[in-house]
T-cell receptor, first 115, second 115 residues
Framework: AQSVTQLGSHVSVSEGALVLLRCNYSSSVPPYLFWYVQYPNQGLQLLLKYTTGATLVKGINGFEAEFKKSETSFHLTKPSAHMSDAAEYFCAVTQGSSNTGKLIFGQGTTLQVKP | SAVISQKPSRDICQRGTSLTIQCQVD?????MFWYRQQPGQSLTLIATANQGSEATYESGFVIDKFPISRPNLTFSTLTVSNMSPEDSSIYLC????????????FGSGTRLTVV
């Protein structure tokens, strides 16, 4: 069965500092991997995704993530945090090309950005 | 890109009553998905709705409690029946716009409070 683990339910960084949100997954088939962001009282917005091809993917708002198959990881990074990045971040996985349409979500990481 | 409209955006309901949530997509999609996000929690898939067939429910969710309709390729409803305070959650619909597991988009959600 697939699962997603996000290490750290809360991450706090200073404005301008590196953002690193960790995501590890388990999957018996090559997965599709996603990062979503949820701002307070809003729905989910797709930040970026990995399906095939280049393992370093760039998303919106300066975020990027690297798919590392050997480490079963898909960590999200941003070189310099901005106050507007404060939100809840979710990593999610599907069964790739064997897709059943079911997204499995991690527990989420709350990012706090301090001035 | 396609737009997903969900309504109501929020509601406060009395226990024992039912609420029907609507999800409208401005393009035709094969599958529509309904998720629940309990307070402070991640997202859990309730069911998958295909046009012309009964919805497929995930473990822990039953049709009597969460009946779903899918009358056409652009619309679906989720009803939360006989509500209790434990049903207070955000309910989100999602579609795979690309139809291949690569393009999941979410509605803005319905924030339900049961009193």
């Amino acid at each position: 069965a697939q699962s997603v683990t996000q290490l750290g339910s809360h991450v706090s960084v200073s404005e301008g500092a590196l953002v690193l949100l960790r995501c590890n997954y388990s999957s018996s088939v090559p997965p599709y991997l996603f990062w979503y962001v949820q701002y307070p009282n809003q729905g989910l917005q797709l930040l970026l995704k990995y399906t095939t091809g280049a393992t370093l993917v760039k998303g919106i708002n300066g975020f990027e993530a690297e798919f590392k198959k050997s480490e079963t990881s898909f960590h999200l990074t941003k070189p310099s945090a901005h106050m507007s990045d404060a939100a809840e971040y979710f990593c999610a996985v599907t069964q790739g090309s064997s897709n059943t349409g079911k997204l499995i979500f991690g527990q989420g990481t709350t990012l706090q950005v301090k001035p | 890109s396609a737009v997903i409209s969900q309504k109501p955006s929020r509601d406060i309901c009395q226990r024992g009553t039912s609420l029907t949530i609507q999800c409208q997509v401005d393009s035709q999609v094969t599958m529509m998905f309904w998720y629940r996000q309990q307070p402070g929690q991640s997202l859990t898939l309730i069911a998958t709705a295909n046009q012309g067939s009964e919805a497929t429910y995930e473990s822990g969710f039953v049709i009597d409690k969460f009946p779903i309709s899918r009358p056409n390729l652009t619309f679906s409803t989720l009803t939360v029946s006989n509500m209790s305070p434990e049903d207070s959650s955000i309910y989100l619909c999602s579609v795979d716009l690309q139809g291949d597991g690569r393009g999941y988009t979410f509605g803005s959600g319905t924030r339900l409070t049961v009193v």
